[in-house]
């Protein structure tokens, strides 16, 4: 297995030691032993201890060493001054693209290290297309190593509602997909949206300082358990009851499996599906601003 | 512009998600989000003494942090997460949706 870009011991501290390296399978009996786990970062970070073979990169060079590591497996020639520039030989890439193809079962998992740097969806999908070049040799995936909380679900859902997972337009009545022009960080740094509704997440210490800005200009509302620095800047924060504790609900794995979720505890609070859905009966109560939409007045 | 130029890398600690989850205004919350970890040579060229007050400029904004040494390679800073790393990470996301949050260029200067 290949960690390209993350840092597991830190970001998904259970991911080892429940999901990829020491678990026993059918087929890994041994667990660990029968593994051979490799590390691809710009630092050595402490999933570099757990790792068989670390190789430290350049940063923003991703998309230059997959595309080497692409030639050398499909047997291509590949340019020793192009790779050098990478911070690694040709001989350690061709001696990695041979622990590849002599893996049974290999995945790739590839972090925000590599979709969040120079090249973004362009190292991912040389990513995907390695994992499946490889299946012309032996059994390859690759898996993104999303970030915290329920980034999955929200992904899962939205594809299995519109078609796409992120970046949907829904003002024409049906969905449209463009990331950059209908992704949140786009619409805020643009200043397109004059109203947001923030679910679960905070904004307001995590975006680029424009769109922290335009979020404080218009009206925000925010539903979270905890006041954050979104709740700040909101005009109006709803206490929710903290979904998994206290409410019920359904997260996704990485792996995109559904985990329904059992409450252990009361909350005082009202779970955000329930504060969504009274505020979605009150905007139903008021007249539609089309014309003709309901018959009744429009603004 | 002029100076020399940096690669920070802001990313995820172990320490930054547990105090996510307890609350944002720990003091801990505080001090992990405000130190940043530079390579030892780095700060004596730029002559910054660990544990003292640097100011961080990117084309996008400045921000003050803490200044520890860590195992870092030459030429890139690290940084957790937070609201200091939000004024200077870059504003558009190249069509992608994605900000570029990691890997953009800064200047270090130390706080007499």
């Excluded at chain 1, 597991?8 to 059918?26: D, N």
């Excluded at chain 1, 996704?252 to 505020?279: F, G, N």
């Excluded at chain 2, 040579?41 to 730029?46: L, P, S, T």
Aim: hydrophobic fraction near 40%; proline fraction near 7%.
């Amino acid at each position: 297995m290949i960690y390209w870009g993350g840092n597991p011991a830190e970001c998904h501290p259970r991911h080892f030691t429940k999901y990829s390296l020491m678990q026993k399978g059918k087929f890994t009996p041994n667990g660990r032993k029968d593994r051979t786990m490799v590390l691809v970062d710009i630092r050595e970070t402490p999933s570099a201890k757990a790792a068989d073979l670390f190789l430290q990169i350049r940063p923003g060079k991703d998309f230059e060493m997959l595309s080497a590591l692409r030639a050398i497996v499909k047997g291509q020639r590949v340019n020793e001054e192009t790779v050098a520039e990478t911070g690694l030989t040709v001989a350690q890439l061709q001696d990695l693209a041979a622990q590849m193809k002599a893996a049974r079962f290999g995945i790739i998992f590839f972090g925000m290290g590599l979709s969040m740097t120079r090249g973004k969806h362009m190292n991912s999908a040389q990513i995907l297309m390695l994992a499946a070049e490889m299946n012309a040799f032996t059994k390859f995936v690759a898996m993104p190593m999303r970030g915290h909380g329920n980034v999955t679900g929200a992904d899962v859902v939205m594809r299995y509602t519109t078609g796409y997972p992120f970046g949907v337009n829904l003002c024409r009545g049906y969905p449209r997909f463009n990331p950059g022009e209908f992704s949140t960080v786009d619409l805020l740094v643009r200043g397109d949206n004059d109203a947001c509704l923030v679910l679960g997440a905070d904004p307001g210490a995590t975006m680029p300082q424009p769109a922290i800005d335009h979020l404080a200009r218009i009206p925000t509302i925010t539903l979270d358990p905890k006041v954050t620095h979104t709740s700040r800047l909101s005009r109006v924060h709803i206490t929710t009851a903290v979904t998994g504790i206290s409410a019920p609900g359904t997260a996704y794995r990485m792996d995109e499996i559904p985990l329904p979720l059992r409450p252990a505890l009361k909350s005082p609070y009202p779970t955000d599906e329930e504060v969504v859905r009274r505020i979605r009966q009150a905007v139903a109560r008021r007249p539609a601003w089309l014309p003709g939409r309901n018959g009744k007045a429009a603004i | 512009m002029a100076g020399k130029r940096y690669l920070m890398n802001a990313g995820r600690t172990t320490k930054q998600g547990q105090q996510i989850n307890i609350g944002k205004d720990s003091p801990e919350y505080l001090a992990i989000t405000t130190t940043i970890f530079m390579n030892v040579d780095d700060m004596k060229e730029a002559a910054i003494t660990a544990g003292t007050n640097v100011r961080v400029r990117s084309d996008n904004g400045e921000a003050v942090f803490l200044c520890k040494e860590g195992k870092i390679p030459a030429g890139i800073i690290f940084v957790a997460y937070g609201p200091p790393t939000c004024k200077l990470m870059g504003n558009t996301t190249d069509g992608t949706g994605m900000p570029t949050s990691k890997g953009w260029e800064v200047e270090v200067d130390p706080i007499a």
